[in-house]
């Protein structure tokens, strides 16, 4: 250091004075230089302490998480004794979140409208005035953030206001925590919107809607069976509501040993097991131990990677057309019973009462054999002829009977035969007239033979009886056509014919045209009953005094 | 057919078993009848036949009380299938019936001993035409 030499007591004391006064400056000057250095470092320390902020924040999931973080930073950056932060929709004027619970959030609410330091509110929390307050609204959101630093009333007059520098700081905090909380309000919101879109997918819409409006009975299981909810209409139908069944089994309640054949069951199982649609009628037990009959549909549901969410059975209840069914079989059964004891009644009573006619024709035989007297020989011929006669109605009841009451059996036969073995045997009764057949197609047919047979021997013997009186040169002809599916047979007789006024009534029953021979009334009749069992088709043509045409026509 | 040919009638209608029994007479006066009632007493008639007085006709009723003429058929066969045999090579076996019932006509065909199902009564012609052959 440069000292002056030769100087002057007085230049000495003032050089001194001049030296003091640029220390004390400088000290100033100094202590100027060490309050920068701290203020320095304390806002170096809350730029510090804010990333630390936004490291956080980033990992923050909700926005009421992220307030609480925001709170706890402003006391711990801004030297204040309480943070407080929260999200409100200026557009609604709705308070979004917070992070304060009950009382406190009065409190805070209160310092926040108008900015205003307050009293403490009465629930015993510690009164707090605002200190400083910062309001954020981001650009295109209704969304306000708020953040409060507050101190204690009773400490309120000692505490100094935020400096420029200090508001600038959290002003700036306050608007970097903004875009967090839209983030993670604007992500909530869309996790929201698409939850409530999935919800109301159109398809479970349209699910719930029907499940719960329709009258079938709706039962929602997850994948092992047990029941997860079951409508209305499930509960009108079986007794039992939804807390009574949920997390059964449909099958513990509903069904009991040997209710429903064990095939049917087995086949359940077997479908549900495999995840398939199955459909099964199935009696069940009502809550109040009624049977019921329902048709099950049970439908898998699959979610987007194919495994099986749910089960959803639909029932309908068939109980009524079920016990009408069952109602109908037990009659049918019955009606089949007695048809048969019928059928056996009738074959008895023809048995009785043929047999002893049978003895009688037989005892008549023998007389005739015997006899010597020609007297004897008349009545004996009028006893025969009575004896047929009534047999010949027996046999014709028994036929009518057989075919209103027989199945239609189709036998594979030869016809022609069958034909000529008949024209043979009914020849007999009239040697006089000439029966000639006329075949086309092929002999062997598929036909109901025993009620082709009464048919034709009907119609055959019609035509030799009702031939002209006296008549000589008598003549009957079959032409008979056998095609692939169908065999038609005409009888042509050039007899006595049949008035036009019979013409329309000849196959009403018992109805006769002429009081001459022994008919009953009943032939054509029959003809046109069997005709109509077998589907075939039956006319007559007959001109009085010319003949008579009979033709029928039968499917084989 | 020999000159004195043996028939065995089986029927428990007496009246029509009279009736038979002189139908066969009139159109084989030769002719030696066996009439029983049931086939119990057929069963017991064939068990005693000698090989002389053996049936070459047998005339069944189908339907009797006890027993009808299947069963009797159809218990020889089990019963005393020798006798069966006998009656099968040694006998012409025919069915007698009052009755048009096609189950009879059935149950006839499926008995392959009968050889035909007559109707009641016999006439000395149905006797001569199975004598024919």
Redo the contacts between chains.
Sequence with gaps: MFVPQNLSNEELLQAYLDLQARVTQFSSIEQELINMRDTLDQELEVYKRMNDFHAEALEVGDVPELLTLTAEYVVDLFECEMGYARVSDVQSNTLVADHLEGGQRNLADRHVSGFRAVRAGTDGATPFAWHEAAERRQPQSSLTLTVVAAVSEVRAGTYTPFSAKKAALFRLFVESCAPYVENIHATAQIQHQLETIRKSELEQRRLSLIATTTHSGVIIADPHGHIQWVNDAFTANTGYALDDVLGLKPKDFLQAPGLNDVETLRNLSRALAAHENVSVDLKNLRKNGEPFYIRLNVTPVFDPEQRLVNFIGIQQDITEGKVNQEQLQAQNEELTKINQELDQFV?SI??DL???L??I???L??ID?DAGQEGNAVYLKMIAESVSRLDHTI?EI?NYS?NAR?DVHPVEFNFRTYVNDLVADLSNLRPDIAVRVDWTGEEVVRLDE?RVGVLLKNIVSNALKYSKQGQEGGEVVLAVQVEQDRCSVRVSDNGMGIGQEHLDKVFDMFYRATQRGAGTGLGLYICKEIVDKLNGTLSLHSTLGEGTVVEFTLPQ | MSAMPNYLLIDDDDIIQFVHKNILAKAHPNAHVTAVFSGAEALAFLVDCGDEEWPQMVFLDINMPMQSGFEFLDGLKEAHPDLHAKLVTQSRLFLLTSSVNPRDVAEAEAHGEIERLLSKPLTVQTVEDLEKG
């Design positions: 074959y023809s048995h043929r047999a002893p049978l003895s024709q037989g005892l035989d023998l054999l046999l028994l057989r027989l025993v």
